[in-house]
């Protein structure tokens, strides 16, 4: 059974067109989260959200929109699509606890391609 | 604020020999470390984590980190490579935003890819 799962896994758009990609965790976690990571490989954290609640929110325009259905759930519209966005977006889950450091669990990714 | 530097964006070993991977952090806290692995066309997969405790700390697939104050370093190693181990290889560390709604930032550095040649 796949821990956290990301749909779908290719992408390919042109500029200007608006688009979603889905995240589901079935770990049982109260946190998510949505990282972005560039041609170089670079990571870096765009979201989270504990219980439905957006936690962290980066520098990101406002293009990108997450919205969490229920705690299962973590999805990222993104409106306007520009080159620039094309990367590897990556959802992630973890038990979120407030004292210790939980392991953060990642989905395979999805490739979005701006054209 | 939290940041990480990989020493090295390529390290190539042979088979069977030693893999050292450099991490340095700065870090305005106590630092929470991590070492993920990204293997082609997939996500990440911890390998091992420092947070309290014992500065010698063991992963899977027989890799390691020492937390050394120090040198404000968390150094990834492996005394004996295979093959399976070529990935891209992620530091993190955490900016323990814990408290908040239990959300954590990690921090990541810019990866160090591993080739393992026959």
């Known amino acids: 059974d796949t821990a956290v799962s990301q749909t779908p896994k290719y992408l390919v758009t042109q500029m200007g067109n608006d688009k979603s990609i889905k995240c589901e965790q079935n770990?049982?976690?109260?946190?998510m989260y949505w990282y972005k990571q560039d041609s170089k490989k670079f990571l870096k954290i765009m979201f989270s959200?504990?219980?439905?609640?957006?936690?962290i929110n980066e520098t990101v325009p406002n293009r990108f929109s997450p919205k969490s259905p229920d705690k299962a759930h973590l999805n990222l519209h993104i409106n306007s699509l520009e080159l620039g966005d094309s990367a590897v977006y990556f959802c992630?889950?973890?038990?979120?606890?407030?004292?210790?450091?939980?392991?953060?669990?990642f989905g395979p990714g999805t490739r979005l391609t701006v054209t | 604020a939290q940041s990480v530097t990989q020493l090295g964006s390529h390290v190539s070993v042979s088979e069977g020999a030693l893999v050292l991977l450099r991490c340095n952090y700065s870090?305005?806290?106590?630092?929470?470390l991590f070492w993920y692995v990204q293997y082609p066309n997939q996500g990440l997969q911890l390998l091992l984590k420092?947070?309290?405790?014992?500065?010698l700390v063991k992963g899977i697939n027989g890799f390691e980190a020492e937390f050394k104050k120090s040198e404000t370093s968390f150094h990834l190693t492996k005394p004996s490579a295979h093959m399976s181990d070529a990935a891209e290889y992620f530091c993190?560390?955490?900016?323990?935003?814990?408290?908040?709604?239990?959300?954590?930032?990690?921090?990541f550095g810019k990866g160090t890819k591993l080739t393992v040649n026959p």
């Open positions: 770990l049982g976690h109260d946190t």
């Open positions: 420092y947070t309290t405790g014992a500065t």
């Open positions: 992630a889950s973890s038990q979120g606890g407030t004292v210790v450091s939980y392991e953060q669990y």
């Open positions: 993190a560390v955490s900016d323990q935003t814990r408290g908040q709604g239990g959300s954590e930032k990690l921090v």
């Open positions: 870090s305005s806290v106590p630092p929470y």
């Open positions: 959200y504990n219980n439905k609640e957006l936690i």
